[in-house]
């Protein structure tokens, strides 16, 4: 199945840490596909977040953290700040679809 | 300043078409495979469709095949995106977006995304 689900909505307060999932199938990480993160601020284009399940841009601060297992994907925010309110997505590809899949997104609530 | 600047979205009658545009600037595109992503109003983002450096591989979302055509100019600078027998369910901004790599390979991330444009379909 080409799906990757991902919670709608998470939440945390400032200088707690959240985390959000990225489940997917055989046909996409569970076939050894590797998972991208990418954050969406209100109003503006997608920015890649982590790269290859687990690297960070230079720009991204180490607050931000990544991991794969499986056939699912995770990202960790510690230190939250209000800045890091966005939609965050999970990418990978997938052998059925012969192309990219992008999870539904998560937006993020600093409380 | 080094970006991906989309053009050519707007409103659109129920099956019809339109051509957007992609250019790069201040960067050459034609080493790198480019996509198009769209996202439907407070929708997440979907994957449309993928071409490689030469336009030897392009590769469509099951929801475009037919009706949609990627192709880029190396020598303008621009890759395209044909869309025809629009429907309701294609209003969205379009993002163009690179991948460091000549082929639109899975380990490589899309790297730099323009700021959209975007397509209305109404009557």
């Known amino acids: 199945q080409s799906v990757l689900t991902q919670p709608p909505s998470v939440s945390g307060a400032p200088g707690h840490r959240v985390t959000i999932s990225c489940t997917g199938s055989s046909s996409n990480i569970g076939a050894g596909y590797d998972v991208h993160w990418y954050q969406q601020l209100p109003g503006t284009a997608p920015k890649l977040l982590i790269f290859r399940n687990i690297n960070r841009p230079s720009w991204v601060p180490d607050r931000f953290s990544a991991s794969k297992s499986d056939t699912s994907a995770s990202l960790a925010i510690s230190d939250l700040q209000a800045d890091d309110e966005a939609d965050y997505y999970c990418?990978?590809?997938?052998?059925?679809?012969?192309?990219?899949?992008f999870g539904g997104g998560t937006r993020l609530t600093v409380l | 300043e080094v970006q991906l600047v989309e053009s050519g979205g707007g409103l659109v009658k129920p099956g019809g078409s339109l051509r957007l545009s992609c250019a790069g600037s201040?960067?050459?595109?034609?080493?790198?495979?480019m996509n198009w992503v769209r996202q439907a109003p407070g929708k997440g983002l979907e994957w449309v469709a993928s071409?490689?450096?030469?336009?030897?591989?392009?590769y469509y979302a099951p929801s475009v095949k037919g009706r949609f055509t990627i192709s880029r100019d190396n020598a303008k600078n621009l890759v395209y995106l044909q869309m025809n027998s629009l429907g309701a369910e294609d209003a969205a901004v379009y993002y163009c977006?690179?991948?460091?790599?000549?082929?639109?390979?899975?380990?490589?991330?899309?790297?730099?995304w323009g700021q959209g444009t975007m397509v209305t379909v109404s009557s």
């Open positions: 071409i490689s450096s030469s336009s030897s591989y392009l």
């Open positions: 977006a690179r991948q460091e790599r000549e082929y639109a390979s899975p380990v490589v991330p899309f790297d730099m």
């Open positions: 990418q990978s590809y997938d052998k059925s679809l012969s192309g990219s899949l």
């Open positions: 201040g960067f050459d595109v034609s080493p790198n495979a």
